[in-house]
C-alpha cells in the first residue's frame, strides 16, 4: 500500500530493546571492582588485578591492587568467582573497619551512588560506608544480594573515600563474599539487573583498562612470581663512577612519585659483573611522564666509564603511589 512503511523490527523486538536500556552501565568511579575472574595472578587476563600475586592476604595493608586491609585482624582471598573479606583473630565487640577501597580521582562535591553485589556471608552485620562511620548493610543473615545507596560527597573527604566493617563481636572465620562494587555519579545503580530472578552484572571491565588504571598506583616487574626486568643504564655520575641512573619505562604515567622498593641482583658491564653493596634510592633520581631514572649506588666498587651500557639486572623492583 502506497504511503505506508514497513519496518524491520517487530513491535516486540522494539518493546524489548528499549526493555534492555536499563541494562546501561555508567562508567564506575572505582579502580578494580569486578571479582569474577580469579585474579590476574594466573596470567590469564582474569580480574580482579592482583599484581602482588597472592591468593590470600592477611594483615594490615594491600591485597589486590586498590584494595586495602586496614585491620590487622583480618584478611582477604581470591576465589574463583568473589572476593572473600574474613576475619582471622575473634573481636569481642565494636565497629570494626577493616578494608578500605578507592576511587579512581577524588571525588568533588555532588551526588553519587555506591552498589554491591555479594553472594554469600557468615556472622554479624557487615557494612559498607562513605565516610567511615555512616554504615549502609550489604549483608546480615539472610543476605540481601544487591546493596545500594546514594550519599552526597563534600569534596573535602579524604583517602580512602570507602570502607567495609562488620558491626559488634566478629568470630575467627566470620566472611562476606563480594561479587563486584560500584560508585557512580548520580542516583541510580547501575551495576546488576534481574534475569529470571537472579542478579547479573550489567557488564564485565575491560581486563587491560583496569590494569593501567591499577598501574598508575603500583607497578611491579615481577608480577608473574617469576619475571626480573633487565634495563640499560644510560650514565654514571661522581668522579668515582659509583652511582648508576637505569631508565624504566612504564606502561602508563603513575599517579604521583612513587617510592621505589628494588633489589639488584646484578650489573654487567665491558664483561664484568658488580652483585654485592648495590643499594637503590626509595626516591626516583629523575621522572618524564611514563619514564624513570632510579638511582643505583655501589657502596664498594666503581663502574668502568660508560662505553657499551650497563645490563641492570633486578631481583625484585615495586614502585607505589598509593595512599
Not at 590469564?44 to 600475586?53: D, E, F, K, V, Y
Not at 570502607?163 to 542516583?187: H, P
Not at 643499594?279 to 655501589?298: E, G, R
Amino acid at each position: 500500500m502506497a504511503g505506508i512503511y514497513q519496518g524491520q523490527w517487530m513491535g516486540q523486538e522494539i518493546d524489548a530493546a528499549i526493555g534492555r536500556a536499563s541494562y546501561i552501565s555508567n562508567n564506575n568511579l572505582l579502580d578494580n571492582a569486578c571479582f569474577v575472574g580469579g585474579g590476574s595472578q594466573n596470567n590469564s587476563g582474569m580480574l580482579p588485578i592482583n599484581q602482588r600475586g597472592q591468593t590470600s592476604y592477611s594483615g594490615a595493608g594491600y591485597g589486590i591492587d586498590r584494595w586495602k586491609i586496614t585491620n590487622a585482624n583480618f584478611g582477604m582471598e581470591l576465589k574463583s568467582d568473589c572476593l572473600r573479606l574474613k576475619c582471622i583473630t575473634p573481636i569481642a565487640s565494636g565497629n570494626n573497619i577493616f578494608c578500605g577501597f578507592f576511587p579512581t580521582v577524588k571525588l568533588p562535591a555532588g551526588t553519587y551512588t555506591i552498589s554491591f553485589l555479594t553472594k554469600g556471608n557468615s556472622g554479624g552485620r557487615w557494612y559498607y560506608s562513605s565516610n567511615g562511620t555512616n554504615g549502609y548493610n550489604i549483608g546480615n543473615p539472610p543476605l540481601s544480594e544487591l546493596s545500594y545507596r546514594t550519599f552526597t560527597a563534600t569534596g573535602t573527604e579524604t583517602q580512602p573515600n570507602f570502607f567495609v566493617w562488620e558491626q559488634g563481636a566478629v568470630a575467627s572465620g566470620d566472611y562476606v563474599d563480594i561479587i563486584a562494587a560500584k560508585l557512580e555519579v548520580g542516583t541510580q545503580q547501575t551495576l546488576a539487573h534481574q534475569e529470571n530472578g537472579v542478579w547479573v552484572l550489567n557488564e564485565i571491565p575491560d581486563f587491560q583498562t583496569e590494569l593501567r588504571k591499577c598501574q598508575r598506583w603500583y607497578w611491579t616487574s615481577n608480577a608473574s612470581g617469576s619475571k626480573v626486568l633487565h634495563t640499560v643504564a644510560n650514565h654514571t655520575d661522581n668522579t668515582a663512577n659509583s652511582i648508576l641512573y637505569p631508565l624504566i619505562v612504564l606502561p602508563v604515567e603513575m599517579a604521583g612519585t612513587p617510592t621505589v622498593d628494588a633489589t639488584v641482583h646484578s650489573i654487567r658491564s665491558n664483561g664484568s659483573n658488580y652483585n654485592s653493596n648495590l643499594s637503590v634510592d626509595a626516591t626516583p633520581f629523575q621522572i618524564n611522564s611514563n619514564q624513570m631514572f632510579l638511582k643505583v649506588t655501589a657502596s664498594s666498587a666503581t663502574f668502568p666509564a660508560y662505553t657499551s651500557g650497563y645490563c641492570v639486572l633486578f631481583s625484585k623492583l615495586n614502585l607505589s603511589a598509593e595512599p
